[in-house]
């Protein structure tokens, strides 16, 4: 199987007085706001960085529910977030981590075996495996 997805962005302007738009294939970003204030001086509007931590979010709560689902576990509640780190490097930027933070709620699961599966779907999402950054994780079984 292959799916394809798309997303776009266009541009207007030099790169600090510029101002850019995104949109996604399903509408859920249509002509959303994105640009330098927005991305590097914590002005309203969307980045490239939220975006991958949204993304990285979603990809691993739903691998880490089919291996839950492969060890006879259901999730009554999973949620989890993404840190993602840009910086400079060697003249230049780089997302170098992404921390994700997981509370889960997952009847008949011990800890131990919570923490060993959110672990085995960190390294299995589609989106980790994309990523060259330092991927951690924090996970928490809660009650």
């Known amino acids: 199987m292959k799916i394809n997805r798309t997303g776009s962005a266009a541009w207007q302007g030099g790169i600090k007085d510029g101002k850019g738009s995104i949109s996604t294939q399903s509408g859920a970003l249509k002509a959303y706001p994105y640009g330098f204030a927005s ?13 991958i931590a949204a993304a990285h979010s979603a990809c691993f709560t739903m691998a880490l529910s089919k291996i839950l689902g492969e060890a006879n576990l259901t ?43 959110a ?25």
């Open 39 to 51: 991305r590097f001086e914590g002005t309203p509007g969307s980045n490239p960085e939220e975006l």
């Open 75 to 117: 999730a009554e509640q999973m949620d989890t977030s993404a840190q993602v780190t840009l910086e400079s490097v060697d003249g230049g930027f780089a997302i170098t981590a992404v921390h994700l933070t997981l509370k889960g709620k997952v009847p008949g699961a011990t800890a131990a075996q919570f923490v060993e599966l």
């Open 119 to 143: 672990n085995k779907a960190k390294a299995g999402c589609p989106v980790s495996k994309l990523l060259k950054a330092d991927i951690s994780l924090d996970a928490q079984l809660v009650a």
